[in-house]
Structures are given as structure tokens and as C-alpha cells.
């Protein structure tokens, strides 16, 4: 096995090569085609994304990837002002190459310094690694909720299917609330008024204006909360027929969460052999989720935050979800 291997920026012509190694990847579950349109998610259709931005980097032994690392940009508020940080995902190295793994790394961070960097589906190698580099924690949330419509993609234990069982079964007996919730994007004036009459609540969280609703609407599917002709907010499901799970990946803004329940009956009714995910953002939600009978199991939905020197990360006045980092892409 040669040792000279080449670690270089990602470019336009790599996205095949790309999809295909992490494709083949060991117990990878997307197909090639669907990850160049994740990459075509990331960037090529990402309102945050400039040319100038670098994607991450591939590693080659001559013609052949052996690793790769990637991130995407988003827009925040972060200490009251909007930024662009970024969200690490996908360091992969064949096993023959791991001693090549801290290179790669390295050379993702020289690209990306300048930058806030997220890393929420850290494994425990980079997990260690982030806390030696004083990484933040944050928690997003201590529970997830489950109606468990389906156990495919999650633990197969036999009591699950019992669960499974009997969730369907309330389901055809719980009452049907009414509320005004509607499948899709809401229009563009309704939403960048919505963002302004809300964005100063947060010193930290992530810009919700159309253009980025919008480009989430790519590749999740969005359910918007009306009283009347009035919007109230919307929340953001992350959809994945591999696993066969729908979950809560986002809202907008904060007081929807009292309508949660009228939200988790709506995507239950519309996907009830799907295994459906309700993070506890917060105590409302939480109650809620509990009160459509879903089950909670303890989790560890804890994210890191890698900022250059002259920034710091708070929690309090924030409103972060599954949308930092790349656990929803």
C-alpha cells in the first residue's frame, strides 16, 4: 500500500467520485444518486453557499478516494448578529487508511477556521478529538417521543412490535382535533413577516427568512400553522423512506409549541406505518408528545460547537434544533 496520499479541496468534478465511495461506504444506507443531490442540497441549491466557500476535502491514493471530509454553510443570529457558520459531516476513511484520519481533519479545519463549525453525529473517535480542541457542548434535547407506526430502521426488540401494535390501534379512537394545518411552504410574505416580527427574540438561532425555508423545502417537508388567513409559525419534518421515520427537525417561532399535539396527530394520520420523532425542544413539547401517547426514551442530543477565538456560544435566549449540524440532512 503506497503511502502518498494527496489531501486537496473538494471540487465540482469530485461530486461523482464522491457519491460513489460514500455510497459503497460500509452499512451506508443512501444510494449514489441520492447522495449527489445531497451534495447539490448542501451546495449547489444552498442560498448560504458562495463559490468561494470551501466544501471540505478528499483524499487520494492516485486515482483513488480513500477519505473525505465535508461541511455546508448556513446563516445564524449569533450573539445578535447574522453569520454564516458551517456543519461538519461525513469524515470517512477506508480502514487500510486511518492512520491518514488526523491529516484529513486537519486539512478540513486550515479550509474552514474562519468559520463557527457544528458537529452534531460526532462518533466517539471525533467526539474525543472536539473535546480536546475545547469544543462547547450543547444539549438540543434530553428525550425523543416515538409513535412507533413502524419498527423498521429502529431497534427490532419484539416489544416494539406490540407498541407498534397498539399506537395504531389509538390512533383510530383519538379525537380529531380541529386546527388549521396545512401541508407546504407558506408564501413569501407570510413567512419574511413572520421571521422579522420574531427574529430579535434569539441571540442565537438559525435565519428563517424564505429563502431559506425554501431551500429546506427541498429536502423536507414543512407544515404550516394557520389561524385564519393569519400564519402562526410552521414546522420542518425531516422524511427518510430508508428508515422509514419522520421527525421534527424544526418550528418557527417558539409559541407553536402549544399546538404540537394538533402537529403530531396531523403527521401521524398522514404517515401511520412511519416510526414518527418529537425531540423534547422544550417542557411544552415534551407535554405535549406525552399527551399523544407517544413513547419517551432518553437520548444524548448533544451537539459541539468549534468557534475561532473571538466568539463564544450561550444557550440561554437561543432556539436551536436538529437543523445544527447534519443530522437532518
Not at 390512533?171 to 394545518?181: E, G, R, T, W
Request: with cysteine.
Amino acid at each position: 500500500m503506497s503511502d502518498q496520499i494527496l489531501i486537496r479541496e473538494i471540487q465540482d468534478s469530485d461530486y461523482e467520485p464522491l457519491a460513489e465511495f460514500n455510497a459503497s461506504f460500509p452499512n451506508e444506507y443512501r444510494t449514489k444518486n441520492e447522495w449527489l443531490y445531497r451534495y447539490r442540497i448542501w451546495w449547489d441549491y444552498n442560498p448560504a453557499y458562495q463559490p468561494s466557500h470551501p466544501r471540505g476535502v478528499i483524499a487520494l491514493s492516485g486515482a483513488n478516494i480513500i477519505g473525505t471530509t465535508n461541511n455546508f454553510p448556513t446563516k445564524m443570529i449569533w450573539e445578535g448578529e447574522e453569520t454564516t457558520v458551517v456543519n461538519g459531516s461525513t469524515w470517512r476513511v477506508l480502514p487500510q487508511y486511518r492512520k491518514h484520519s488526523m491529516d484529513i481533519w486537519h486539512k478540513h479545519r486550515e479550509l474552514t477556521q474562519r468559520f463557527i463549525l457544528f458537529n452534531t453525529s460526532a462518533n466517539p473517535n471525533v467526539v474525543r478529538l472536539l473535546k480536546l480542541l475545547r469544543a462547547s457542548e450543547f444539549n438540543i434535547a434530553d428525550k425523543w417521543f416515538y409513535y412507533f407506526g413502524s419498527i423498521q430502521g429502529l431497534n427490532n426488540h419484539p416489544l416494539l412490535g406490540i407498541v407498534s401494535f397498539t399506537h395504531r390501534r389509538l390512533l383510530k379512537i383519538m379525537p380529531n382535533y380541529k386546527s388549521d394545518i396545512r401541508e407546504g411552504i407558506p408564501n413569501e410574505a407570510d413567512v419574511n413577516q413572520l421571521w422579522q416580527n420574531n427574529r430579535h427574540k434569539y441571540d442565537y438561532t438559525n435565519i428563517r427568512d424564505y429563502e431559506y425555508t425554501k431551500w429546506l423545502n427541498l429536502s423536507k417537508q414543512i407544515f404550516s400553522l394557520y389561524n385564519g388567513d393569519t400564519l402562526l409559525g410552521y414546522y420542518t419534518f425531516h422524511v427518510s423512506t430508508a428508515q422509514n421515520t419522520a421527525m421534527l427537525v424544526d418550528y418557527w417561532p417558539e409559541e407553536i409549541s402549544g399546538q404540537v399535539l394538533n402537529m403530531i396527530l396531523a403527521i401521524i394520520r398522514k404517515y401511520p406505518k412511519r416510526c414518527i420523532i418529537i425531540p423534547s425542544y422544550n417542557k411544552t413539547i415534551a407535554r405535549q408528545a406525552a399527551k399523544a401517547l407517544l413513547i419517551a426514551r432518553k437520548t444524548n442530543s448533544i451537539g459541539y460547537v468549534l468557534p475561532p477565538s473571538n466568539y463564544c456560544l450561550s444557550q440561554s435566549n437561543s432556539l436551536m434544533t436538529m437543523l445544527q449540524g447534519d443530522r437532518a440532512f
